[in-house]
């Protein structure tokens, strides 16, 4: 079984530039995460799909962050413009029902550097 | 949704188990307890899952008091290779279940 797919695998831009990222969960899995890893904490959650409805994006910066989950299978999030504080990895995880309460399957992640 | 609180760093040395706890006073009735390992450069994966008492899997094993406040990790005969970040994760599937990770604890294990 494919796992997770994301690119790029890493990026580095400068401030105020726009940046997208792309997430190609497991075949057949409903809810698909994004999430945002600064260095030395845990993975916080932007955002949640639930096919390609969003569930919960509570944690998202609206104003420069967005994401959507067209056709309810791939997904893209987009930055517009990064500042310095974005820098981090960026994860995105799948999960279905059948695989169990919380249990998500994440993808290699895309490093973000913001100069 | 309820916190929890872990140790931030561990060390072991190869062979030996380790034990890793993690608080959760305020779990609820339909929370579930889960752990991810999370290795440098690599998003977490799952370890183990559980509701109470013992959950085992080739991997580790899960143990859950009666009040499920708490639950321990426990990783038989470590090896380098388990040196990783573990995180203790607890909720629910109503609502799409939310994910919230702690700051995860470093586990280091020695030769």
């Known amino acids: 079984e494919a796992g997770v797919a994301q690119s790029p695998r890493y990026k580095i831009i400068e401030k105020r530039q726009s940046v997208a990222f792309w997430c190609n969960p497991i075949?057949?899995?409903?809810?698909l995460y994004w999430y945002q890893q600064i260095l030395g904490q845990g993975p916080k959650l932007l955002i949640q799909?639930?096919?390609?409805?969003?569930?919960?994006d509570s944690q998202l910066p609206k104003d420069r962050f967005s994401a959507e989950r067209l056709k309810g299978v791939d997904s893209t999030l987009k930055i517009q413009p990064a500042k310095l504080e974005d820098s981090a990895v960026y994860l995105c995880?799948?999960?279905?029902?059948?695989?169990?309460?919380?249990?998500?399957?994440f993808g290699p992640g895309t490093r973000l550097t913001v100069l | 949704l309820a916190k929890t609180t872990q140790p931030i760093s561990m060390d072991s040395y190869e062979g030996q188990e380790v034990n890793i706890t993690c608080s959760h006073n305020?779990?609820?009735?339909?929370?579930?307890i889960t752990w991810y390992q999370q290795f440098p450069s690599q998003g977490p994966r799952f370890i183990i899952q559980?509701?109470?008492t013992k959950v085992t899997n080739e991997v580790a094993s899960l143990f859950i008091p009666a009040d499920r406040k708490s639950s321990t990790l426990s990783l038989p005969r470590v090896s380098l290779s388990d040196t990783a970040v573990y995180y203790c994760?607890?909720?629910?599937?109503?609502?799409?279940?939310?994910?919230?990770f702690g700051a995860g604890t470093r586990l280091f294990v020695k030769a």
């Open positions: 799909f639930q096919n390609n409805g969003v569930v919960d």
């Open positions: 075949s057949g899995h409903a809810t």
């Open positions: 559980g509701y109470k």
């Open positions: 994760l607890v909720g629910d599937s109503t609502g799409g279940f939310k994910t919230i």
């Open positions: 995880a799948s999960s279905s029902r059948t695989s169990g309460y919380n249990e998500q399957f």
């Open positions: 305020n779990i609820a009735t339909n929370d579930y």
